[in-house]
């Protein structure tokens, strides 16, 4: 846990010190960085406690059961994201013939 920690510190970093070099032609850009900086940064803390003590108070194979439940609905929300609204679930292919070539 403590090299995740480090990772995501040193991402922060890298992400400040762009932000920084940014900051003096597009102050906009800048900020829109950093509030995204913020928020998944806070969001990553939240979700890795949460997820910390549900494992310790679920125990092993309960947290296990429930962690492929929550896969499954996030492959579930990107499928249903990645299809434009109005087409139909399993879009249909067209029919190809293949051209051979003339004498064989």
């Known amino acids: ?21 940014v900051y003096p032609f597009n102050p906009e850009v800048a900020q829109k960085l950093l509030k995204r900086l913020l928020l998944s940064l ?8 949460l997820v910390g003590q549900l494992a310790h108070q679920l125990g092993g194979i309960c947290a296990g059961i429930l962690f492929m439940l929550a896969s499954g ?8 994201r990645r299809r434009p609204p109005g087409s139909p679930e399993k879009p249909s292919r067209a029919e190809r013939k293949p051209i051979l070539p003339n004498g064989r």
Do not use: K, N, Q, S
């Open 73 to 80: 609905a996030a492959y579930w929300v990107r499928e249903y």
């Open 42 to 49: 806070l969001g990553l803390l939240a979700g890795l406690g």
């Open 1 to 21: 846990m403590d090299i995740l920690f480090r990772l995501v510190a040193c991402f922060a970093a890298l992400l400040l010190i762009a932000a920084a070099f």
